[in-house]
């Protein structure tokens, strides 16, 4: 199982650090007129990639993995939910920005996270990467939260113009369910999730550093 594992985080990292080199590259060749194709050049892979990660609810699930599911859980199904339901689904909010930014913050914290991941099935654990693990992710993911919300701002006109998943059931249901207004209840339900999630991700930190802190304190 360790070996496994061990492949799904290589995976993983080598899907990322794709998107990630290929976005900066871009960019440096590019400059602004690559943010608004980012989507079309690098979606491809980013939806691979978010759908692999699927699997890791599953491993906590079976017990192969340690992690804590509720927050994992959220973390998968935010992106998930963004990505394939928001962005995917709207032609005109693939050309935004906001997409950038969601994809590159998205990608830097997986290239750290997952570098971290091997290293661990290996029993290597290098200091100054462990601290990046647990730190680097607590001002970047309230980011990427932002980042996701104001997506699903830019994308209400379009859910309101072309009624993308909006149901109206003929008589005698006289029911409907009216897309945009299901987007501003989740936009609660996210922010709610990202009060939960930075708790756990303090816990975290403090289970990893919190010792070695101690230890230089008492030194």
């Given at each position: 199982?360790?070996?496994?594992?061990?492949?799904?985080?290589?995976m993983q990292?080598?899907?990322?650090?794709?998107?990630?080199?290929?976005?900066?590259?871009?960019?440096?060749?590019?400059?602004?007129?690559?943010?608004?194709d980012?989507?079309y050049?690098?979606?491809?892979?980013?939806?691979?990639?978010?759908?692999?990660s699927?699997?890791e609810?599953?491993?906590?699930?079976i017990?192969?993995?340690?992690?804590?599911?509720?927050?994992r859980?959220l973390q998968i199904?935010?992106?998930?939910?963004?990505?394939?339901?928001?962005?995917?689904?709207?032609?005109?909010?693939?050309?935004?920005y906001?997409?950038?930014?969601?994809?590159?913050?998205w990608n830097?914290?997986?290239?750290v996270?997952?570098?971290?991941n091997?290293?661990?099935r290996?029993?290597?654990?290098?200091p100054?990467l462990?601290?990046?693990?647990?730190s680097?992710?607590?001002?970047?993911?309230?980011?990427?939260v932002l980042a996701?919300a104001?997506?699903?701002c830019?994308?209400?006109?379009?859910?309101?113009?072309?009624?993308?998943?909006s149901?109206?059931?003929?008589?005698?249901?006289?029911?409907s369910?009216y897309?945009?207004?299901?987007?501003k209840?989740y936009?609660?339900?996210l922010?709610?999730?990202?009060c939960?999630?930075?708790?756990n991700?303090?816990?975290?930190?403090k289970?990893?550093?919190?010792?070695?802190?101690?230890?230089?304190?008492?030194s």
């Amino acid at each position: 199982m360790n070996t496994y594992l061990f492949v799904y985080d290589l995976m993983q990292f080598c899907g990322h650090s794709w998107i990630f080199t290929n976005m900066i590259i871009r960019f440096m060749s590019f400059g602004k007129d690559s943010l608004a194709d980012t989507f079309y050049s690098i979606g491809l892979v980013m939806r691979l990639c978010q759908l692999l990660s699927i699997l890791e609810i599953l491993h906590i699930l079976i017990g192969i993995d340690k992690g804590r599911l509720f927050p994992r859980f959220l973390q998968i199904t935010e992106r998930i939910i963004v990505l394939f339901v928001v962005i995917n689904s709207q032609e005109e909010v693939q050309g935004k920005y906001i997409v950038c930014v969601l994809f590159f913050l998205w990608n830097l914290l997986d290239v750290v996270r997952y570098t971290y991941n091997m290293l661990a099935r290996m029993e290597i654990h290098y200091p100054p990467l462990t601290w990046l693990n647990f730190s680097l992710c607590i001002p970047l993911y309230p980011l990427s939260v932002l980042a996701k919300a104001f997506a699903i701002c830019v994308s209400l006109p379009y859910f309101e113009s072309f009624g993308t998943y909006s149901i109206k059931l003929p008589f005698p249901f006289a029911f409907s369910i009216y897309f945009p207004y299901v987007l501003k209840m989740y936009l609660l339900v996210l922010f709610i999730g990202m009060c939960f999630i930075i708790q756990n991700l303090f816990s975290e930190r403090k289970a990893h550093l919190g010792t070695g802190n101690v230890k230089k304190k008492r030194s």
